[in-house]
């Protein structure tokens, strides 16, 4: 995954995000908030209010 760029990263980010929610699955919600955070790809999403 070091290879995949955040752009082509973040759509499937996006889709786990909302199925996660959809499931009310808060601990993979933060499973992929650490994900986020630990490979600084926070500006990725500074647009949502998720996290």
Same mark, same amino acid.
């Given at each position: 995954? $070091?290879?995949?760029?955040? $752009? @082509? /990263?973040?759509?499937?980010?996006?889709?786990? /995000?909302? +199925?996660?929610? $959809? +499931?009310?699955?808060?601990? =993979? *919600?933060? =499973? *992929?908030? @650490?994900? *986020? @955070?630990?490979?600084?790809? /926070?500006e990725?999403?500074e647009?949502?209010?998720?996290f």
């Open positions: 995954m $070091e290879s995949i760029t955040p $752009e @082509e /990263l973040k759509p499937h980010i996006i889709r786990a /995000l909302v +199925e996660a929610n $959809e +499931e009310n699955d808060t601990i =993979w *919600i933060a =499973w *992929i908030k @650490e994900f *986020i @955070e630990k490979n600084i790809l /926070l990725q999403f647009d949502y209010n998720t």
